[in-house]
């Protein structure tokens, strides 16, 4: 499973964006970026994948650099309930995702 | 659409007893999988299944564990026996091949 190396924390202001990177220099051609985000005491939920292109959502955007070796998830306004775990994985279409350790993030009021 | 329907949401159970955790996944979708969360060892991926085909069981932790997706709607994911160190969060997730739904967990404690 090819691997990504995420911070272990950061921190954020409330109402301010938030960037958050991850780095996967081993990615294959055919392995999708994706990002995942825990909130406490909950299950794991889909925030956003993508394979080239930049992809927006009503969560979050995903910027992927042109040689895929890095991505950074964009929360555009973090709010107190973005506080969470947030995973970045990649999979082919389909296959399984092995989560790694994520990155915590915190959001200040 | 009710999600990913999991139970029970909490189990507590005696060393050496059978225990069996309930999946319905979420209905039109082909793939179902099992993780397993603890403060150690994180999220680990146990067994998935593809229209009710098992396709990767390596990471099923050994012989006491047993998965079975008799039907599109139901899996089960059994321990006999039971150990404390099975103690854990048990999440089941289904997909149609693209994003992966969560259910909320069964949180397992062996005493």
């Known amino acids: 499973d090819a691997k990504t190396t995420q911070p272990n924390s950061m921190e954020s202001n409330e109402e301010e964006p938030v960037h958050l990177p991850c780095n996967h220099s081993t990615i294959s051609g055919t392995d999708y970026i994706h990002w995942y985000r825990q909130l406490p005491s909950q299950g794991p939920e889909y925030v956003i994948h993508g394979l080239t292109s930049n992809v927006n959502n009503r969560m979050a955007s995903l910027a992927i650099a042109e040689d895929r070796k890095s991505s950074t998830l964009i929360l555009h306004r973090a709010t107190l309930r973005d506080a969470a775990v947030y995973y970045c994985?990649?999979?082919?279409?389909?296959?399984?995702?092995?989560f790694g350790a994520g990155t915590i993030l915190r959001v200040k009021s | 659409d009710a999600g990913v329907i999991q139970s029970p949401r909490h189990e507590v159970t005696e060393m050496g007893q059978e225990v069996t955790l309930r999946c319905k996944p979420i209905s039109g979708h082909d793939y179902l999988f099992w993780y397993r969360q603890t403060m150690m060892r994180g999220l680990e991926l146990l067994i998935y299944f593809n229209n009710n085909v098992p396709i990767d069981d390596s990471g099923m932790p050994e012989d006491r564990f047993s998965a079975k997706m008799p039907n599109a709607s139901f899996s089960t994911l059994k321990i006999q026996p039971s150990e404390p160190r099975d103690s854990a969060v048990y999440f089941c997730?289904?997909?149609?091949?693209?994003?992966?739904?969560f259910g909320q967990g069964t949180r397992l404690t062996v005493v």
């Open positions: 997730a289904s997909s149609a091949g693209g994003g992966l739904a």
């Open positions: 994985i990649l999979g082919e279409y389909g296959n399984k995702l092995v």
